[in-house]
């Protein structure tokens, strides 16, 4: 047995399954840590590796991203260059990491890496290391096979021994090869003396005693050992049994299971869409839909929050498209489909942080727009709005420059289809929809406080997986305690608006997705107040009647003024903070509020011209209703001439269309109100286009179409609880 001195400030799971493989590749491991310690117990650790690392055969260092207090950084390996080997996958490949790069050119050792940014040096170049490149090495749940022996591999190879080809080089030649290859089994009998039980080896040492009795060797068992490469090798083996055999017929079935049905015609990709917040995402996902099946693609679109997991095993798309992944729930969730080889699209939902904002945050506030976790092994493509924040995320979060592209603001892409007001409700049918007053005008209001009333616990679930400091807690409390007393001055003035203005006005108070309504209706039942409470609708639809938008600082002021409809903020403490507060006039008193009030004129949007250009140029990149196009376009070039085969495993369980029926915040988007919604915008793109002219629904009358789940003189108590289709 070889003698491998492991060194790690910490042990992740891939770690540990690398140590719990080790053994089983001829090596003896002895792990040392060497975290962030005092000087006297950094010493002791340094003794301890001075008389260990003599006797080792390799060291195996590895590093974090900004490992910069790492003890093991300031050891002496004179005595070792040519057995040391420095795990750098968990090391940012955009940032610089100015100790690892130190490190890296003084001691010049042998390197494990996901790509050879990794690999830089202090002034930023690549260092001529012999580096084990592995992309896909932290990508998936668990260490796979394919790269455990290609770690074995390596560290033979660091030990001295002559180790031979990179045994995932050789998989593709021992499966396709054909049976009476001889040079094939020879490869597979010298690779299994260095990596036993590797897969694609024993099926093709196998392969002559299979096709001659149909039987499947035990190392092959998927029951024993479901590693994709297993079931693979299995598979590969099954095109060679007797045919009729009980063995090729279970292997036939195991494969209909792992590959799913033949995508038969089907051109494109097979990919699914998923919706974040129906509220705020469903109208920008079915433009972003139309435009990729014009390019040829099959989408699928479903809610994020009907168990993505069950959908996706039982879809077996090609590519994912969701939302960013800076939570440990998304980043499992992007996990969950690598691991079953489905390209993986993030499109931001949100527009980030200008450069000019991004300058003042505190770090802390800065890791959760980037994520704590490094989801670039996970995520194939990122697509962000503008080119401030793209660059942000280039220098220094996780995705490489080039898999991180600008789209342009797609949130306002809707407010370019005119024609998609003929499809919506009339005035008349959407105040019997809400129980309005049609002769009344109508007045928009629109809630921020998502933070007022969760646990501080999962308040801001970006927080979780940060380093445990007093500086997150602090930045949690602050920003709950903001949307605290931003609802109690909100409810202070809804009391006073209404009773000033509800004779004259309809009022309706549209909560902001992820906010519970409860606050507002106990609050307005116990004053009498009729406002009507708003959970699921969609924003597009009630501008379209609005007379006037009440915001708290919103880009939904923007929405508004494409329109032509006026906008107010109020309670806007520090203006200064975003350009977003300075869109419209805005008031923190009723008195303020009311003195706009009567210089307003409804007929014209009053946005700020001047501020509009600043957040198109800083913030939200072109605002010119093709930015659904522009990532349509660049997802298809991303997947052109892209092999894809996603597969199940063994264990996936394939059910029905998943439907999660508690959905407190009314975010979730139903296939219902797909089917509704995607005919009008593919109807409006097509007549935009230069397509046949749009025309109205069958039965849609003058008054314009009921929504799903809400028919002329229907309670909005559905729209109040969330409960359409």
């Known amino acids: 047995m070889k003698k491998l001195l492991f060194v790690a400030r910490r042990l992740d799971a891939h770690a540990k399954q690398l140590l719990a493989a080790l053994p089983t590749r001829g090596f003896a491991t002895h792990v040392l840590g060497a975290g962030p310690a005092g000087a006297g117990e950094a010493a002791a650790m340094g003794a301890q590796f001075a008389q260990a690392a003599p006797l080792a055969d390799v060291i195996y260092l590895l590093l974090e991203s900004d490992d910069a207090d790492f003890a093991a950084l300031g050891w002496d390996y004179a005595a070792h260059r040519g057995k040391l080997v420095v795990d750098l996958a968990r090391c940012s490949a955009n940032r610089a990491e100015p100790a690892a790069g130190r490190f890296l050119e003084r001691w010049r050792p042998m390197a494990v890496a996901r790509h050879l940014r990794q690999t830089r040096g202090p002034a930023g170049e690549t260092l001529p290391l012999e580096t084990l490149l592995a992309a896909d090495y932290l990508a998936y749940s668990f260490m796979p096979k394919s790269l455990l022996s290609d770690l074995g591999w390596f560290l033979r190879k660091a030990s001295g021994d002559r180790a031979g080809q990179r045994p995932s080089a050789m998989a593709a030649e021992l499966l396709m090869a054909p049976a009476d290859d001889q040079r094939a089994r020879e490869a597979a009998a010298e690779l299994l003396a260095q990596e036993p039980g590797y897969p694609p080896a024993l099926m093709r040492l196998a392969l002559e005693a299979a096709s001659r009795s149909g039987a499947v060797p035990a190392q092959l068992d998927p029951s024993k050992d479901a590693d994709p490469l297993t079931v693979f090798s299995l598979l590969a083996l099954g095109r060679h049994m007797a045919p009729g055999s009980e063995n090729a017929r279970q292997i036939a079935k195991i494969a209909e299971h792992v590959w799913g049905p033949p995508a038969e015609g089907q051109k494109g990709k097979r990919i699914l869409l998923l919706v974040v917040y129906k509220q705020r995402d469903l109208f920008i996902d079915l433009i972003l839909r139309y435009h990729l099946e014009r390019l040829g693609h099959q989408v699928i679109m479903r809610s994020l929050g009907d168990d993505p997991a069950a959908s996706i095993v039982e879809l077996l798309p090609d590519v994912v498209i969701w939302g960013a992944k800076t939570t440990p729930y998304q980043v499992q969730l992007a996990r969950f489909a690598r691991d079953r080889n489905i390209v993986s699209i993030v499109r931001r939902e949100e527009a980030g942080t200008a450069r000019k904002r991004w300058d003042q945050l505190s770090p802390t506030v800065r890791k959760w727009s980037l994520g704590n976790i490094d989801y670039a092994p996970l995520v194939d493509l990122e697509l962000v709005f503008g080119q401030d924040f793209a660059e942000i995320l280039r220098e220094e979060g996780h995705m490489p420059p080039d898999r991180c592209q600008v789209v342009g603001a797609m949130t306002f892409d809707p407010y370019f289809l005119p024609e998609l007001s003929r499809f919506m409700p009339g005035r008349g049918a959407f105040c019997r929809q809400l129980g309005l007053d ?47 007393d931003g609802r109690r001055g909100w409810l202070e003035f809804l009391e006073a608006l209404y009773h000033d203005k509800g004779r004259d006005w309809n009022l309706i108070l549209k909560v902001h997705p992820g906010e519970r309504a409860e606050a507002y209706g106990e609050f307005f039942r116990a004053r009498g107040l009729d406002i009507k409470l708003v959970v699921s609708g969609y924003v597009v639809e009630m501008l379209n009647h609005a007379d006037l938008l009440v915001h708290a600082g919103s880009t939904t002021a923007i929405e508004a003024h494409f329109l032509g409809k006026p906008s107010l903020a109020y ?68 997947l052109d001439g892209r092999p894809t085969r996603p597969f199940r495993h063994l264990q996936d369980k394939v059910v029905g269309q998943p439907r999660r029926p508690d959905d407190p915040y009314g975010t979730n988007i139903t296939p219902q109100e797909i089917d509704y919604y995607y005919p009008m915008v593919k109807q409006c793109l097509d007549a935009k286009e230069g397509r046949p002219a749009p025309s109205p629904r069958p039965g849609r009358s003058s008054a314009g179409p009921a929504a799903p789940g809400a028919a002329a003189g229907q309670s909005p108590a559905s729209e109040a609880t969330g409960q359409r289709p």
């Not at 009333?453 to 305690?481: H, L, N, S, V, Y």
């Open 438 to 484: 049609p002769t009344k005008k109508i007045m928009l209001l629109l809630t921020p406080w998502t933070y007022a009333d969760r646990d501080p616990g999962a308040a801001i679930p970006e927080a979780k997986g940060a380093a445990a400091d007093d500086g997150a807690t602090a930045e949690i409390q602050r920003t709950m305690a903001l949307h605290k």
């Open 571 to 638: 309670w806007v403490k520090a203006p200064q903070n975003s350009p977003i507060y300075q869109l419209t006039p805005y008031a923190n008193s009723y008195e303020e509020f009311e003195a706009l009030f009567q210089g307003l004129d409804l007929t014209r949007g009053n946005a700020d011209e001047a501020v509009i250009a600043s957040l198109e140029k800083d913030l939200y990149g072109r605002m010119d209703g093709q930015a659904c196009l522009r990532a349509a376009r660049i997802i298809d070039e991303f």
